[in-house]
């Protein structure tokens, strides 16, 4: 080749399908998409645009959707691709996982049809395919120190099928009480994870930081929530609830302060962690407050969902996400602008009602318009990187 001629760069490499790849693709993607979708839809039902849908008659699948339906198909994805890593065992991909997430889509269209028997069928084949897909390379590895996720997720299982037993009036328990159960299930999950990734990661990224665990405080914090998951199931006095709520919240607060919070505001992929997390001593002081008839109990479950479950599910799904397809560890400008539209649609829902009663309806709808765009803009951003082979050209 002549000194002039021009040096040839090699051919990028092929944009290869890969939703299928690993266990965060597709949940995360039907995720955001659902995250998008079912809150306006349920807020045009709330404002009676939409007529006597079966999906959205009442509050309870409400909830039941956004924890069956958004967090269980992020805590699967998550939960897929972190044993991978775990064990260095398989966990479900190509056919089987997108056997598995057919599954979870089932339940989501049969809940919008007179079918719900079949969604619940759908629902519960899921979870146990989830439990199953996790559960054998965790057993296989002898990793115990993780078992806990297969009773989880076999839990979560349990209480999905109850709620549709008892919408069909099988057993006689209240659909509200069964949701209340799975938020405890799900608050005690972000405190076990949040407890582990939350403070390595402020400790790997910020030098210096001077993150803190005291086993004391790490004992009262998950001790607590156990303790108000086993008051929720006995349904006990509002003075007991109220008081193991209180101490939570202290627990936790103590906590979250020892991770250093401050010394993260350089670093948007880690102050949305941190931002998330405090919403969880926000939601056990409100539900303390709650249950002394001093605030509505709404306020308390949506510091929990939007504020504390909204904010650590994209802050973990970018992250895990950019990771696991060979991205830099960075928040660019599209993920601060969701997790700022996330965090205000926590403060519009919870904040705004709790200082102005009177505009309790107006921020609930401004508040789903916040959380729509936060999703719908993760997932126009992230439908490329989840579908997509590796930039790296790794597998995975």
Request: a positive charge.
């Amino acid at each position: 080749m002549a000194a002039h001629d021009p040096i040839e760069s090699p051919p990028p490499p092929p944009r290869q399908f890969a939703l299928w790849n690993l266990g965060f693709r597709p949940f995360y993607l039907f995720a955001g998409i659902f995250a998008a979708l079912s809150v306006p839809l349920w807020v045009a039902r709330f404002a009676g645009w939409l007529g006597e849908w079966v999906y959205a008659s009442e509050s309870a699948w409400h909830a039941h959707e956004m924890i069956f339906g958004y967090v269980f198909a992020v805590i699967v994805g998550f939960l897929f691709t972190a044993v991978r890593n775990w064990t260095g065992r398989p966990t479900p991909a190509g056919p089987t996982l997108g056997a598995i997430a057919a599954l979870w889509l089932c339940g989501r269209i049969l809940n919008f049809t007179p079918w719900t028997s079949l969604a619940g069928a759908a629902d519960i084949a899921f979870a146990a395919a989830a439990a199953i897909g996790i559960g054998v390379p965790l057993v296989a590895s002898g990793n115990r120190r993780n078992y806990f996720f297969i009773v989880l997720i076999a839990l979560f299982g349990a209480v999905n099928l109850a709620f549709y037993l008892a919408k069909a009036s099988i057993i006689d328990l209240q659909p509200e009480y069964l949701m209340r159960l799975a938020l405890d299930l799900i608050l005690f999950v972000m405190s076990v994870m949040g407890g582990r990734v939350i403070p390595m990661f402020t400790a790997n990224t910020v030098p210096g930081a001077g993150v803190a665990r005291l086993r004391a405080t790490e004992l009262l914090a998950l001790g607590s929530v156990l303790a108000l998951l086993g008051a929720d199931l006995l349904d006990a006095p509002d003075a007991v609830l109220g008081a193991v709520a209180g101490v939570a919240a202290l627990a936790h607060a103590a906590r979250l302060a020892l991770w250093r919070p401050w010394r993260t505001l350089r670093h948007p992929i880690l102050w949305i962690l941190h931002l998330s997390y405090a919403w969880i001593p926000v939601h056990l002081a409100l539900r303390a407050l709650a249950a002394g008839d001093f605030v509505l109990p709404a306020l308390a479950t949506h510091a929990l969902t939007v504020g504390a479950i909204g904010g650590l599910t994209l802050g973990m799904m970018t992250r895990t996400a950019r990771g696991h397809t060979g991205r830099p560890l960075r928040a660019g400008g599209m993920e601060i602008a969701c997790y700022a539209l996330v965090q205000l649609a926590a403060v519009v829902r919870v904040l705004v009602p709790l200082a102005l009663p009177s505009l309790y309806f107006s921020a609930t709808g401004l508040s789903a318009l916040l959380w729509f765009l936060a999703f719908a803009l993760f997932t126009a951003a992230y439908w490329p990187i989840l579908t997509q082979a590796r930039a790296d050209g790794a597998p995975g």
